[in-house]
């Protein structure tokens, strides 16, 4: 289908040009655009003069009114947090333990009203004090200070005693020990109380003050093992179920003040502060200031802002696909393409434990221009300002950045008392579940199986009771009131004294119902756990009051436990303390009144 | 095999192990010294540090537990711990509680990469013999954690906006050789240079679109080729092409 005439005589063809021709021109135009622009983005690398037209179209041989930052200099003051207060008593704090052993540290509760409690730690103590008295050469004595502080031996069918002796684990561990151990808790309770470890064992010269000296030694160890803050009333507040403290950080306005008040226990940070209006004298620290030149802050994902340079792709903004409502996303992706190269960057290394508030800072360019920078927050105030991350509470500004001398790990214990506070709507009232029961013996156990054994016991102490002789065609039960399980504690919503409308939670108690029972009025079950107990060990039984709002509708969720952590200089703190969650909703503790069932 | 279910496997040690522990065995109690002797001194400072354990970690708990009761009972004196440290250094300290500011050899104390803290109870007077090669050992570990000891200050940032020039450095490296041989360079020959390179950057952009008002348009670009209707000069026809394209996109379509 060759259309083409073949020449064959190209020399007639050329010469003679029998067939006369015109010459036409066509030509080849190249089309740099497409519609699809990923070649286009890949910038391939060509000719020297192609990089340099890349750079003029990407604008980066364009002049700016502008110039180069060579050096900077900046003044800042620190000042350090030197005193905590909790609930009206203030004590100094030198950063001698983490913040938070200073705030939710609570003293070790040793007792259950006259019940000694923490068994193990107790005995832990007592071995220590032996070892310490042997070391000495007063190892004689060993049997002397284990008979003056025995454990309570329990006796089998004393109901006193049901505490230990319902439960076969806790009783086999003080039968144990009884009489041929010290309690080490006891003789430290003792000694704290301003007494002398040789009291009341008859002891003479030389022997009477070495002793005396020892146990002063022994009770500084106790105390520095396990911290309780020097201060009169704790920082947990009962009736809201948190943590509410005060830090004092005086700088040269005055007592700069921080405040948490509602803290909740567990990890603290500088998010759970609030600034307060400065109180108290003031005081503070000089002025500090250097120079350093300005470094170009670099974050994941940045773009570069040369064209032809190679960009860390593990961050990728423009993968992120934002919703047309994430003003959020837009925002961000926005500021980390188009503004991120105007941001330079200070490291600044602080002591912890600080507010740190940069008092100025300049920056002088390549034209020897000094330009003072000023902070992003307007001083006038939130109403044209926008600010994150900053200590303000609603309606302030404040410029400092706090760093809370807080430990960065800390290990817990599984909870040794464990409650949750849930609201029951078919009873119209709120329990308190015992989830977990500090024992005697110094572990915690499962309140339900806790209670079920005390009740069992203080039934088995009754005797059998005999089966009613009187037969009867009854088909149905009527019972004037349910039982409930020994670990459900109830409280009761009361009117707060002086109010109309606010209601407040007491704690109450469920009658110990016992089959056969002839005592005319049944015992009073009392918590097991001292979240519960607060205010029933008091020499004049106080009541429990919590706050109504407190007790979420998810329920409210606080247990108790030991927390150790390493301090500065690798110093360890133990400290005892508590700490509030959600919930897992609510709960119905079976509590009904006049209910009929048919007989079974 | 759940938890309940404890498999023990003996053990032999490799050399590095043996000349590890034959170092670090006899020298454990220098770990202790700067406890027992410095300001923040306690007199049992193992004692004191399985009680803080024994508070947090649950199996240690237990120990702690077994410990005392096996004293009570009369099963054991004391179920002692041995504590040790490795990798070993001479004059070191132990690293579990206070640290002092001087390490044994009196010389600043720094604590290079990672520890290993080890608390060994050996049951019935046991002994490990770093001389006997291929002898085997037997052990349950209990417990095993990691702890951080924070300092007394943190880096922080401080971020600070300033409006800087946008332009960069060119990615190009130009070679200027003057014009003309006169012994020095002269100030213009270098600007034009320069002004000269960045004019043919710009060119090296343009477009067909951007000549195409230009009275240059019949001639450039310059990719003409002569067609003729009979083949009787060299020619080279482009419009081919196009029915090459025509001809494929129509069996594309079928």
């Known amino acids: 289908m060759n259309k083409y005439v073949v020449q064959q005589d190209i020399h007639t063809a050329l010469f003679k040009q029998p067939r006369p021709t015109l010459v036409a021109l066509n030509r080849v135009e190249g089309r740099p655009r497409k519609t699809d622009f990923s070649r286009a983005l890949k910038a391939e690398v060509r000719d020297p003069l192609w990089m340099l037209s890349r750079q003029w179209q990407f604008g980066e041989f364009g002049g700016e009114d502008a110039a180069s930052p060579v050096t900077a200099k900046i003044a800042w003051r620190t000042d350090a947090v030197t005193e905590v207060t909790t609930a009206g008593s203030t004590s100094g704090y030198s950063e001698e333990v983490p ?192 120079s350093f030149l300005p470094v170009a802050l670099q974050f994941e994902g940045m773009p570069h802002t040369r064209h032809w340079a190679f960009e860390e792709g593990a961050a990728n903004f423009g993968d992120i696909a934002p919703d047309t409502t994430d003003i959020a996303k837009l925002l961000l992706i926005e500021f980390g393409l188009v503004y991120a190269n105007d941001w330079f960057l200070l490291p600044m290394e602080l002591p912890t434990g600080s507010l740190t508030e940069i008092a100025g800072l300049t920056v002088t360019n390549v034209f020897g221009e000094r330009i003072w920078i000023d902070r992003a927050i307007d001083e006038a105030g939130p109403a044209n300002s926008w600010q994150m991350f900053t200590l303000a509470d609603s309606g302030r500004v404040d410029k400092r950045l706090f760093l809370p001398p807080t430990t960065p790990n800390a290990h817990e214990s599984r909870p040794e008392e464990q409650v949750h506070l849930l609201r029951d709507e078919v009873s119209n009232m709120v329990w308190g579940l015992e989830k977990a029961v500090p024992m005697a013996d110094g572990v915690s156990r499962q309140g339900s199986e806790v209670g079920r054994e005390l009740h069992d016991r203080f039934q088995a102490h009754i005797g059998p009771v005999p089966e009613p002789t009187e037969e009867n065609e009854a088909r149905v039960v009527y019972r004037l009131m349910t039982d409930v399980a020994e670990h459900w504690i109830p409280f009761l919503p009361i009117r707060v004294t002086g109010s109309d409308r606010e209601v407040e939670l007491q704690r109450a108690a469920m009658p110990r119902l016992l089959d056969g029972d002839a005592s005319p009025v049944p015992d009073k079950v009392r918590p097991r756990t001292w979240l519960l107990r607060e205010g029933l060990d008091a020499s004049t039984p106080e009541a429990l009051f919590i706050a109504e709002e407190e007790v979420e509708r998810a329920g409210t969720q606080v247990t108790a436990k030991w927390q150790r952590c390493r301090w500065y200089n690798g110093k360890v703190v133990t400290w005892y303390s508590r700490e509030r969650r959600v919930g897992r909703g609510e709960g119905h503790g079976g509590l009904a009144f006049d209910v009929l069932e048919p007989k079974t | ?121 050996f049951a019935g007077g046991a002994q490990l013999d770093p001389t006997v090669v291929d002898k085997t050992y037997c052990g349950i570990l209990l417990d095993e954690w990691t702890e951080t000891i924070p300092t007394r200050s943190e880096t922080t940032g401080l971020a600070f906006h300033y409006d800087r020039p946008n332009a960069e450095p060119p990615q190009t490296v130009l070679l200027v050789t003057p014009p003309e041989f006169a012994g020095n360079w002269k100030w213009q020959d270098l600007i034009d240079s320069l002004h000269d390179t960045l004019d043919f950057a710009r060119q090296r952009a343009v477009e067909p679109d951007q000549i195409d008002a230009s009275a240059l348009v019949t001639l450039l670009p310059a990719t003409l080729s002569p067609v003729t209707l009979l083949p009787i000069t060299a020619t080279l026809n482009f419009a081919f092409n196009n029915q090459i394209y025509a001809a494929l996109a129509e069996q594309d379509d079928e």
């Open chain 2, 1 to 121: 095999m759940g938890e309940q279910f404890i498999a023990l496997s003996e053990f032999a040690l490799d050399e590095a192990t043996r000349a590890e522990w034959s170092h670090a065995w006899p020298h454990r109690g220098d770990l202790l010294d700067h406890l027992l002797t410095g300001p923040a001194g306690t007199d049992f400072p193992v004692d004191d540090w399985l009680q803080s354990v024994s508070r947090v970690r649950e199996t240690m708990h237990g120990f702690e537990r077994a410990s005392l009761l096996a004293e009570v009972l009369g099963v054991d004196s004391e179920m002692g711990l041995e504590p040790l440290q490795l990798p070993y250094r001479a004059g070191d300290c132990w690293l579990a509680m206070d640290i002092p500011e001087l390490d044994g050899n009196g010389a600043p104390l720094s604590i290079e990469g990672d520890k290993l803290l080890l608390a060994t109870h």
């Open chain 1, 99 to 290: 913040l938070e052993a200073e705030i939710e540290a609570l003293p070790i509760p040793w007792r259950q009203g006259d019940r000694a409690m923490q068994g193990q730690l107790r005995m832990s103590l007592g071995r220590r004090w032996r070892k310490m008295i042997a070391a000495v050469g007063h190892g004689g004595f060993a049997g002397a200070f284990a008979a003056q502080y025995a454990f309570e031996s329990p006796t089998a069918g004393d109901p006193a005693d049901f505490h230990v002796t319902a439960h076969a684990g806790t009783w086999q561990f003080q039968a144990a020990v009884s009489g041929n151990a010290i309690d080490g808790g006891a003789l430290f309770e003792h000694i704290d109380r301003g007494g002398n470890a040789s009291d009341g064992l008859g002891l003479v010269e030389p022997a009477l003050s070495e002793i005396d000296a020892l146990g002063q030694v022994f009770a500084d160890a106790v105390r520095k093992q396990f911290f309780v803050p020097d201060r009169e009333d704790p920082a947990w507040q009962k009736r809201n179920l948190e943590y509410n403290a005060q830090l004092s950080a005086p700088d040269a306005k005055g007592g700069a003040a921080l405040s948490a008040p509602q803290y909740r226990g567990g990890r603290l940070d500088w998010f759970h502060f609030d600034a307060t209006e400065a109180q108290g004298a003031s005081g503070g620290s000089a002025l500090q200031s250097s």
